[in-house]
């Protein structure tokens, strides 16, 4: 379980730019699948375009859209500072999601919010990146270097993680 090695949450997916910056630092790096995050560290979104990062934390997930700024807290919560997410509770547990303006919510099903200025509100509805990146394919969609594995073409950032876990 996460809570059980101190992470916070698992990056499961990144589309365009998304970065990290630990606790205690000041340098900004850039989110892979697989990364771990810790309590305390920033999770960003690059601003113009199609950027997006999901994140597991705890049996639910985030889904940060693009300009979002949120800080891992533990395993089952997260404060946003700016931005559109969309959060989704797990079945046993809820996530739990603070923001400006005293905003705080338990979140068991699937919930969209929006972080501006001093305010923290619920959307009604899925925003339109949202829907984009659900019907995206790929991550790949905007070109990718690829290597040849075990006769697959295979995106070479796959190919670098898995070496890097493999220790080779």
């Known amino acids: 379980k996460l809570s ?4 916070a949450g698992v990056v499961l997916e990144v589309q365009g730019t998304a970065l990290v910056r630990p606790a205690g630092r000041t340098r900004w790096t850039p989110l892979a699948p697989k990364a771990v995050l810790f ?10 375009g199609a ?3 999901e994140i ?7 889904l940060l859209g693009p300009g979002s700024l949120v800080e891992t807290s533990e395993p089952k919560r997260l404060r946003v500072v700016r931005g559109e997410l969309e959060a989704t509770g797990g079945e046993q547990v809820a996530l739990t999601v603070s923001g400006p303006g ?5 979140v068991s099903g699937t919930a969209w919010l929006r972080a501006e200025g001093k305010h923290t509100r619920a959307l009604e509805d899925a925003p ?39 220790g080779t």
């Open 4 to 7: 059980e090695d101190g992470r």
């Open 39 to 48: 309590p305390g560290d920033l999770v960003r979104t690059a601003t113009r």
């Open 51 to 53: 950027h997006a990062i």
């Open 56 to 62: 597991e934390m705890g049996g639910g997930r985030v």
């Open 102 to 106: 005293g905003f705080s919510e338990a």
């Open 128 to 166: 339109r990146w949202v829907k984009g990146y659900r019907a995206s394919a790929s991550d790949e969609w905007m070109g990718s270097l690829l290597a040849k594995v075990d006769g697959r073409d295979v995106p070479l950032t796959n190919v670098i993680v898995n070496a890097m876990e493999a």
